[in-house]
């Protein structure tokens, strides 16, 4: 059997096509691990949508026309600690600084035997999306995410891994979720 294909930014889109959901499309075959991930996209990303609550992407493989992986995309604001803006060099009188949140990441399980990498290229595809709305739209200087340590106890490494960084603000011992952010033009 053939190794998984290692999959960057600079091979993704030989392979994959990334585009917003829309009303009609077959979702039932979209299986991750977690089964409040399936049943958001099958339930609720739709209806999010038309609600203008969360916008879903879907990564669908070109060579079969499945669906690979979705992430669902918000608008968010992030505060930040005197230490935290220094690090990042803003040095601003504003509680918040802008950013683009991913509300929810999830890779299909049935195609983790063909590509390696898929929920990397996410990220970088929310960077690249990040980077059009500073460009066109509106500003936002990070990538955020509120990393879901209840239903899987290691992600934050796969975010680490990504380069995002632990907020100070938002996180204590009791919480479900840890609050990340990464710095879009670091
Ligand atoms: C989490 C998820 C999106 C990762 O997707 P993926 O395609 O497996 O991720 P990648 O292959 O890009 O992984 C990149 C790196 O992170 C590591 N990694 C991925 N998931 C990890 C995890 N749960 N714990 C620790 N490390 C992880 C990989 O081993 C890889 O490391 P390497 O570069 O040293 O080989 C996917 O497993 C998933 O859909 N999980 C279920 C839903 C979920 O938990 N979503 C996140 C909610 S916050």
Known sequence: MNSPIPITSNNGDTYFHLEPLISGVSLMDFSCPVQEYNDYLTQDALRSRDDHIALTWLLYDLSTGGIIAYMSIINDAI???VSE???HN???PFKTIPAMKIAKLAVSQ???KTYKGIGSFMIDSARGLAIDCNTDYSACRFLTVDA???NNASILRFYEKNGFILNS???N???K???MRKDIFA
């Open 90 to 92: 803003l040095h601003y």
């Open 173 to 175: 011992k009791n919480r």
């Open 110 to 112: 049935s195609f983790s």
């Open 85 to 87: 803006k220094e690090l």
């Open 148 to 150: 879901d340590i209840e």
């Open 177 to 179: 979720t840890i609050s």
């Open 169 to 171: 603000e938002m996180n």
């Open 79 to 81: 505060k930040l600690s």
